[in-house]
């Protein structure tokens, strides 16, 4: 399971697909967690100033506990890896497509 900032930086890059840009009532609205404001407000603060450090050090985090934490016979668990990392990915390309 995502850490509070690590699904929160998912729903920025999420938003951002969208061609929304990320903010505190939008990241309130779409989260299907409970999360406080202050977390919110500190995600998108490093969001601005580095997207693209956080969707690396996301896709780090994924790739690490993908071999530390993912017992094999659970394929649930590696259906949702595989998805966050589609989602990264598809982020940074958009983004280089974009630019």
């Known amino acids: 399971m995502l850490s509070t900032q690590q699904y929160l930086i998912q729903l920025c890059q999420q938003l ?3 061609g929304l840009q990320p903010s505190v009532g939008l990241l309130r609205s779409k989260s299907e967690r409970s999360v406080s404001i ?3 407000i500190s995600v998108i603060q490093q969001w601005k100033q580095n997207p693209h450090k956080l969707t690396d050090d996301l ?3 994924n ?3 993908a ?3 993912i017992n094999p ?3 649930q668990q590696r259906v949702i890896l595989l998805e966050q990392q589609v989602a990264i990915l ?3 390309l958009n983004q280089l497509e974009k630019g």
């Open 38 to 40: 202050q977390e919110i």
């Open 16 to 18: 951002t697909e969208k």
């Open 67 to 69: 071999t530390k934490n």
């Open 63 to 65: 790739n690490s506990s």
């Open 59 to 61: 896709s780090q985090q």
């Open 73 to 75: 016979d659970n394929l």
């Open 90 to 92: 598809t982020a940074k």
